[in-house]
């Protein structure tokens, strides 16, 4: 199966400072990665994805970097900023799984100003 | 707003009792995913349907069950609830199945409390 562990369930972060979110996986299979953020009552909202034939990716503030031979994936995001205090979830899929997404616990991000 | 509507918003009901969740997709989107959240297990895949047809199954309880119209609303009912049910339920919806590299679209969820 497919298990996934997030390294730190909270982080604190300095606004203006980058921040490092950690996710592990256990299936070497893994083929699609994804981070979503969820903000206080409501949805996980989709950040970035990378698909396992690619290391990096950016979008805006945020890149994800995916190291595939220790199975980690992570987030970072530039300048943080308040709005961006949220739980981090990383999301992975595998083809033996039906191609579904497991979800990692979630780290809760928390901006001090 | 991710275009994904569900209702309703909070429902409180007892052990033993039946509910119904409803979700509307995004327009366009042919998949339906349900998912439920709870504190201590977080986010878990329940099902999803595919234009009508359920594609894959997770970790959902044979008391659970899900269908997905012709207009592709999808209904989650949850039966003989358990004080364990008490989760937030999220519908989440994409253009094409869970093969494909589309992501999904979190609806707000529908807070369930059994009491």
């Known amino acids: 199966g497919e298990s996934v562990g997030l390294h730190l369930p909270t982080l604190s972060v300095q606004e203006g400072d980058n921040s490092i979110i950690n996710c592990a996986y256990s299936?070497?299979?893994?083929?699609?990665f994804i981070w979503y953020k969820q903000e206080s009552g409501k949805g996980p909202q989709f950040i970035i994805d990378?698909?396992?034939?690619?290391d990096k990716r950016q979008g805006q503030r945020v890149t994800v970097l995916l190291n595939k031979t220790v199975k980690h994936l992570s987030l970072q995001i530039a300048a943080t900023q308040p709005g961006d205090s949220a739980v981090y979830f990383c999301?992975?899929?595998?083809?033996?799984?039906?191609?579904?997404?497991?979800f990692g616990a979630g780290t809760t991000v928390t901006v001090r100003a | 707003d991710s275009g994904v509507t569900q209702t309703p918003k909070h429902l409180i009901t007892a052990t033993g009792q039946r509910v119904t969740l409803r979700c509307s997709p995004r327009?366009?989107?042919?998949?339906v995913y349900w998912y439920q959240q709870s504190l201590d297990q977080g986010l878990q895949f329940l099902i999803q349907?595919?234009?009508?047809?359920?594609?894959a199954k997770g970790n959902i309880l044979e008391r659970f069950s899900a269908q997905q119209f012709p207009d592709l609303h999808s209904e989650l009912n949850l039966s003989s609830l358990e004080l364990g049910d008490s989760a937030l339920y999220f519908c989440?919806?994409?253009?094409?199945?869970?093969?494909?590299?589309?992501?999904?679209?979190f609806g707000p969820g529908t807070r369930l409390t059994v009491l």
């Open positions: 349907y595919y234009n009508g047809e359920e594609r």
């Open positions: 327009s366009g989107d042919l998949s």
């Open positions: 990378i698909r396992s034939n690619m």
């Open positions: 299936n070497s299979a893994s083929d699609y």
């Open positions: 989440a919806s994409s253009v094409d199945g869970l093969s494909s590299y589309n992501e999904q679209f």
């Open positions: 999301a992975v899929r595998w083809r033996g799984n039906d191609y579904k997404l497991s």
